[in-house]
């Protein structure tokens, strides 16, 4: 009965999005022709919900900020941040009625970690300098985790293709950005002045398209290396893959270079087989040692006198001027007035997505340059450690500090007990495509957006599952050796 009555419903929702068409083509009222296809996303929200999130997935790369064309002071990412929210509300609607996310996940580690740092960032509201600003990107925060990291689990725990289709619906759209970008970026002869801005009103910055495409080099580079596949698959995943790496390359962002370089070297280290102890006991030694020799370091830095450049070369020599590059100096402008701001308000912090409208008082005249502003319009801490620090206190840092570190157990967990040589190399591409963003973290933050969020959340959470299929494989094998 209840499948009868379901089909019947679809009839009747069909037919009337075909009126619905036919009427907004006969008296040409555009907008009435978006209909029928709301019509159906709201129709496959409530029976299939896996269709749903693949189309919020695939629009991601291709969302445009309704600010960048001044229609909006909200600078909303349509059509996903709407389609977010309502799956937040359908998520919230599905928890109170009883459909919670499913009891291993809720009791992994690295889910702990996430809603104890959502939890602590929605506290940071109450004593928030701009509440209203704090409750949106709460709101925002609460939409991404959502959809990005609970839904999306549930999808991939349901169905073993999700994982690669979720990794396909994020690289083609993606390649379609890379391609208007480098289209545009050629008519003005590929110059650095132009690659900062021609990927708009996809991504606002060369910083967030340059992060995004890093992130996702190393996931495709194990897609390009699965066994079965059929060689038009491998074909089409290489092609993506040298793609993405001419967009990086293009993009003029030091940062992506950096991050890409930097998980380049963690890779050859758990290939040689260190552990994540002793990886962290070098880094503590490697910070150490930074701190002790910090005077004699600035000094070096600051004899390199290269600019940001056309020539790749010289523009990756620039990557260490702090003397005169002005993008350099910038956050280390902004890097000062976030730990001004952590000193004002060590415990609770400014509140969520506030930094932006309170950082201008904390600039000293020694470290503004030609680009500072006083004006809330340039941009964050340019940190995602720095920003959290200084907008939720101490305990902000903390949270995101675990998530590294639960992210880095995952990663070299998986690397040790995942048997079948192609999962293990997939999510040692998710591992390491994270680790581009966190090492990109050190010099910009973008988990604000639907861009970046997406395949942060989106990987961390195939990596809980692939964790939690691992543990429950060991413990099938476990039962079947007892006698």
Known sequence: MKDGFTSHVGWMAGLGMVVLAIL??????????????????????????????????????????????????????????????GLLVLFVARMLSGQTPHASLLRHPATWVILTGFVWMGLTILPSSHAIVSLKAWIARAWFIGAFYFLLAEWFRSSPQARHRFLSLLLIPLCVVVGYTLLRHSGYGFSKAAGHW????????????????????????????????????????????????????????????????????????????????????????????????????????????????????????????????????ERLNRWSCAWAMFQAKPV?????????????????????????????????AHSEYLGPLAEQGLFGLIAFLGLLLVTCHLGFKLHRVLVNPEERRLAMGLFLGLMTYFVHGILNNYLDTDKASAPFWGFLALLVVMDIQAQNSSKSVEEIATP
Not at 350 to 378: H, M, V
């Open 198 to 329: 021609v990927m708009k009103p996809f991504f606002k910055d060369h910083t967030s398209y340059g992060a995004v495409l890093a992130m996702m080099i190393p996931p495709v580079v194990a897609m390009v290396w699965r066994q079965t596949q059929s060689s038009f698959s491998k074909v089409m995943w290489s092609l993506g893959l040298a793609w993405l790496v001419l967009g990086t390359i293009l993009s003029f962002t030091r940062a992506a270079w950096v991050s890409l370089a930097a998980v380049a070297g963690l890779w050859v280290l758990m290939k040689l087989g260190v552990k994540l102890k002793s990886a962290v006991a070098c880094g503590l030694v490697a910070l150490g040692l930074l701190f002790l020799s910090f005077d004699a370091l600035v000094i070096q830095l600051e004899r390199n006198k290269q600019d940001s450049s056309d020539d790749l070369a010289q523009h990756v020599e620039s990557i260490s001027n702090v003397s005169s590059d002005d993008s350099n100096l």
């Open 24 to 85: 907004g083509w006969a008296v040409d009222w555009p907008f009435v022709l978006a209909l029928p296809l709301a019509g159906l996303l709201v129709w496959w929200a409530f029976s299939r919900l896996d269709l749903f999130l693949m189309v919020v997935v695939a629009w991601v790369p291709l969302s445009v900020n309704l600010g960048e064309f001044g229609w909006t002071s909200m600078g909303w990412y349509v059509p996903t941040e709407p389609m977010l929210f």
């Open 348 to 380: 609770w912090g400014f509140g969520p997505g506030t930094y932006q409208f309170e950082y201008a008082p904390f600039q000293t005249s020694s470290l503004r340059t030609r680009i500072s502003t006083n004006n809330a319009d340039l941009g964050n």
